[in-house]
């Protein structure tokens, strides 16, 4: 790869606690679990008992990577009665995965 003139190699290098949240970001999509909870929830919100019946999974292991994706603000919640339904948080995440599957699919 050619440097461009007058640019330093560590010039394009975001700051270690940048670094950091980066790396924390793509260690949850590190999990294939999530990931089966990202394209299930992708087309449709759904509450945590279908998709536990669409993954063919516990309820408490789905909450468990809920929560996880939760804190990393890829998926948003609302409550409807006595259910809370769970989709993406945004095309930002979808974009992410999409990305990530076109990539390995080269």
């Known amino acids: ?10 010039a394009n290098i975001p700051d270690e606690i940048t670094l950091y949240e980066l790396s924390d970001f793509f260690k949850i ?3 294939s679990t999530r990931l089966k ?4 929830i992708d087309p449709v919100p759904l ?3 279908d998709i536990a019946e669409t993954l063919g999974m516990s309820e408490p292991l789905v909450s468990h990577h809920l929560r996880a994706l939760r804190q990393a603000r ?7 009665g006595r259910h809370v339904i769970y989709s993406l948080k945004d095309d930002h995440v979808r974009d ?5 599957l076109e990539h390995i699919e080269e």
């Open 47 to 49: 509450c945590v008992r």
């Open 1 to 10: 790869m050619q440097l461009k003139e007058n640019v330093t190699p560590d």
């Open 29 to 31: 999509f590190a999990d």
């Open 96 to 100: 992410i995965v999409k990305k990530g």
């Open 37 to 40: 909870i990202l394209f299930a």
């Open 74 to 80: 890829l998926i948003s919640h609302k409550r409807e």
